[in-house]
């Protein structure tokens, strides 16, 4: 039941976080494993969503701070995450995959709580208050993270921009 | 507002929360401002690409993992990787310390006269000590004489002014 709900929510809130499938399902397992052991201290009047996602948060960043996975590189963008719109033009189409693989790669600059807050809001299209929940902290502060967060990534998608341009 | 102002509201801008005021002041600055134009772009296209990234399937080999675990006994499992806790390196660094030390000691060519040094502190260490004992033995004599003296000028005080027989 829990590995039906959950499974593909953590998983991928994993691949985006570590941008590593291998590692991405091996985290996927400690969650479930924590998960399990910890369900006896669950509160009844706390929202069991986010308490499940806020674990998951937990776990990925203690263990990104423990490993800093920032040192390795993320898997190439092609591997899982190439998609193809038939209603788009081929140079539009380029245009959009290569922006998504600036974008996946970018996710490594972005310090550990601001990228795990993007990628609830961005990726998983989150509300602030259900992210606030998640991570523990008030909204405003979530949105100045994904505030910080989003600059940092249109800049780096700007400079790259820019390069293509020079070419 | 500056550049450095007004990217910090395009963000929000995008997601429509802000005043009509501020509105107005970000949009006058954007028809003014090609750089932050262009940023504004970007900043779109990187929400765009996110929303765009698919949600992946969850493997079976790591589905059938999942619903394995609770069948999965705890099991006492050793791991190194507390080693790697960022809290325990001065300790690590303290005792690496340590152990060079201990290892210039025992595998020293000139052990023998390290072992002599430290003898030699020791002995030292041990006459102070025997000095400062001896020194404290003296100063208890002393103060036994100061009492005995205190007392017999005490008995010896007059206070009523008594005559001897």
Not at chain 1, 23 to 30: F, G, K, L, N
Not at chain 2, 98 to 105: A, G, M, Q, V
Request: net charge neutral.
């Amino acid at each position: 039941m829990l590995v039906n709900t959950y499974s593909k929510n953590i998983f991928n809130i994993a691949y985006q976080f570590t941008g590593s499938y291998q590692e991405a399902e091996d985290m996927t397992q400690d969650i479930f494993l924590k998960l399990y052991n910890s369900l006896s201290k669950y509160d009844f009047q706390k929202n069991f969503n986010a308490w499940i996602l806020t674990l998951a948060k937990n776990y990925l960043i203690d263990q990104y701070r423990k490993t800093k996975w920032e040192k390795k590189s993320r898997d190439d963008y092609k591997d899982h995450l190439l998609t193809s719109d038939e209603f788009m033009s081929p140079e539009d189409e380029l245009v959009k995959e290569e922006n998504k693989k600036i974008i996946w790669e970018g996710l490594n600059k972005l310090p550990s709580d601001i990228r795990m807050t993007i990628i609830l809001r961005d990726i998983q299209g989150k509300k602030y208050d259900e992210i606030a929940e998640i991570m523990s902290l008030p909204v405003g502060t979530i949105k100045s993270r994904i505030n910080r967060g989003r600059l940092q990534l249109a800049k780096i998608l700007n400079d790259k921009k820019e390069k293509r341009h020079e070419l | 507002m500056n550049c450095e102002k007004i990217q910090e509201l395009l963000s929000p801008y995008i997601e429509d929360e802000l005043s009509e005021e501020r509105k107005q002041e970000v949009e006058k600055h954007l028809q003014g401002c090609a750089s932050c134009r262009m940023l504004l772009v970007s900043l779109k296209e990187a929400r765009e690409a996110m929303g765009a990234f698919p949600q992946l399937e969850v493997s079976e080999r790591l589905m059938s993992q999942l619903y394995a675990l609770p069948h999965r006994k705890k099991r006492f499992k050793f791991s190194f990787d507390f080693l790697l806790r960022p809290s325990l390196q001065p300790i690590l660094a303290a005792a690496t310390i340590i152990l060079t030390l201990i290892s210039f000691y025992f595998f020293n060519p000139n052990k023998a006269q390290i072992d002599k040094s430290i003898n030699r502190q020791i002995h030292l260490g041990y006459s102070e000590i025997e000095r400062l004992y001896a020194k404290a033995e003296t100063l208890a004599t002393n103060i036994g004489e100061y009492k005995n003296n205190i007392l017999v000028s005490l008995l010896n005080l007059n206070p009523f002014g008594e005559t001897e027989e």
